[in-house]
């Protein structure tokens, strides 16, 4: 049986095993070598859980799953049954779909989505964030209110509307982290939540000086009144 479900899993192209008996029991000794080919997976509105809370969940109950899967075998579907007993445990009406990334051509990914739920965002907030940077950020978010929650469209959002609050003011390094949902009603089969960006907005840089070097078609001078930055 531990042979035949290793194999299942997928994990595994190659397993070997050996047996000794002694009077004191006997030793299982296995050999195995691992598939070529893992892919990452991605939850898109997992919102009942945290992003660690998952995947210790889905550890326990798939014990080979480690943030990827074997193109090949059972364990997507182990995945899957392992996130549907979750939601039923809570409660929760929906339905575990598993999609291969892309649809056609070598398998990039497998993404889980719940369906059957209309989960949808109430508010949008900010950890780790300054006061003063909170209103262009709560600004910049305003359109993600009432819209549905998918993870893939938020990490977007912060990437392409949020980041850019601090890389205008020169905060180079910047980091906004995955969006932590927080579940505040269900109606029949609308869930509302709230979600919040940990932000970690690093150092501010600043100009010390200029200089301007191998130009010769221009005077420096000429291009140093060209340049607004003043140190």
């Not at 945290?50 to 995945?79: C, R, W, Y």
């Not at 575990?96 to 949808?120: K, S």
Request: with cysteine; glycine share 6%.
């Amino acid at each position: 049986d531990v042979v035949r479900l290793l194999g299942e899993s997928g994990a595994f192209t190659d397993i070997f095993y050996s047996l000794e008996f002694d009077p004191g029991g006997t030793k299982l000794e296995l050999t195995v070598r691992n598939s070529k080919t893992f892919v990452p997976v991605n939850f898109d509105n997992l919102v009942w859980f945290s992003n660690q809370e998952l995947f210790n969940k889905l550890h326990a109950s798939v014990p080979l799953f480690d943030g990827e899967v074997p193109i090949t075998g059972q364990m997507v579907n182990q995945i899957s049954d392992a996130l549907q007993a979750l939601l039923d445990e809570k409660k929760v009406m929906g339905q575990v779909d598993a999609r291969r990334i892309p649809d056609d051509g070598p398998i990039e990914a497998f993404t889980f989505t719940v369906t059957g739920l209309h989960i949808t965002i109430r508010n949008i907030e900010f950890s780790g964030a300054d006061t003063a940077d909170l209103p262009l950020l709560v600004a910049s978010a305003r359109r993600l209110q009432g819209a549905e929650y998918m993870l893939p469209t938020l990490r977007t959002m912060a990437d392409k509307n949020f980041l850019p609050v601090y890389h205008e003011r020169s905060y180079l390094k910047a980091a906004i982290g995955d969006p932590q949902a927080h579940v505040v009603s269900t109606e029949d089969e609308h869930v509302f939540v709230d979600v919040t960006f940990p932000v970690h907005p690093g150092k501010q840089y600043k100009v010390s000086g200029l200089e301007i070097a191998g130009c010769k078609a221009v005077p420096a001078d000429t291009l140093r009144s060209l340049i607004h930055v003043q140190a």
